[in-house]
């Protein structure tokens, strides 16, 4: 049996490693600091107030993932699907409880981890804000016996980075991967550029939304490449899709719009 923990982070600038890396004051309002920053590796035609900055200048404010597992040559059966966010918990603990959820076999091996440009951003965000934060992270680093940092192993499936040749094509989005297979895909019309904004307002549940969104459209992803491998077959796919299906309707009580994510909600055209 294989465990797979489909995961994605939402983040916003951590404006106090700008205010250090610049040597601005404490007074200044965080505003300036954005732009500041920005201003640093914007290009002349770029705002600098929307310049989406290196992963080492972010900070976590939720984590969503989908639970699953799969038995040799069988579907995948999704175990739970979830989104914390920093409203609930801190971001250490937000970080450490996500990596003590990780499932590890009865043999002590930790779950396959699956992302959406994961190996770009989201693994390296993990890793700088364990640093940041002082937090012993093992289990990102061997403790499941799994190496999650080797950009071309099965430990750790980057989607976007694999369906891009490694580097040798354009990287999709997940907002047109989600086109192309016909599947249901970003809530209430939120993408990340907007994640920023809703932090600043205090929305956070709706980021979690959002992010759980984005795992469940990730998911999808997972299993229609595995059809075209030929790891599972249109029988399984449809067992697959019926598991995550019902997880979601499960956890529409606590989040309702999740209803939309459903792959009957998108008509029998899509399937």
């Keep these: ?41 914007a290009r002349p035609d770029q705002d600098p107030r929307e310049i989406f900055l290196k992963p080492l ?10 639970f ?11 175990r739970s699907i979830g989104a914390r966010h920093i409203g609930e918990k801190d971001e250490p603990k937000l970080i450490a409880d996500f990596l003590a959820g ?11 981890l699956v992302s959406f440009n994961g190996g770009g951003f989201d693994l390296p965000v993990l890793r ?20 999650y940092w080797y950009r071309f192993g099965r430990d750790h499936i980057d ?17 047109e991967m989600a086109a192309l297979l016909g599947v249901p895909a970003k809530l209430d019309g939120i993408d990340g550029s907007k994640v920023e904004g809703l932090a600043d307002a205090g929305r956070l549940d709706d980021i979690a939304t959002y992010c759980l969104g984005d795992v469940i459209t ?10 075209i491998r030929g790891e599972i077959d249109e029988g399984l796919l449809a067992e697959s899709e019926q598991s995550l299906d019902e997880a979601i309707e499960r956890h529409e009580r ?6 939309a994510m459903r792959q009957d909600s998108s008509g029998d055209d899509a399937k």
Excluded: W
Aim: charged letters at 20%; a neutral charge.
């Design 159 to 175: 989607l976007c980075d694999m369906l891009a040749g490694f580097g040798a094509s354009a990287r999709p989005s997940l907002n």
């Design 102 to 112: 990780l499932p590890r076999d009865d043999g002590g091996t930790g779950p396959v």
């Design 218 to 227: 990730s998911f999808r992803l997972l299993l229609r490449l595995a059809l």
């Design 1 to 41: 049996m294989t465990n797979y923990v489909v995961f994605d982070l939402e983040t916003v600038p951590d404006l106090d490693i700008a205010r250090r890396l610049l040597n601005l004051g404490a007074e200044m309002p965080n505003e300036e600091v954005r732009v500041a920053i920005g201003q640093k590796y």
């Design 57 to 66: 200048f972010h900070r976590i404010v939720c984590i969503g993932a989908v």
């Design 254 to 259: 606590h989040r309702p719009s999740l209803s």
């Design 68 to 78: 699953a597992e799969r038995h040799h040559d069988g579907p995948f059966s999704v």
């Design 128 to 147: 700088y804000r364990a640093l940041a934060l002082g937090l012993s992270v093992p289990g990102l680093f061997h403790g499941g016996r799994r190496d």
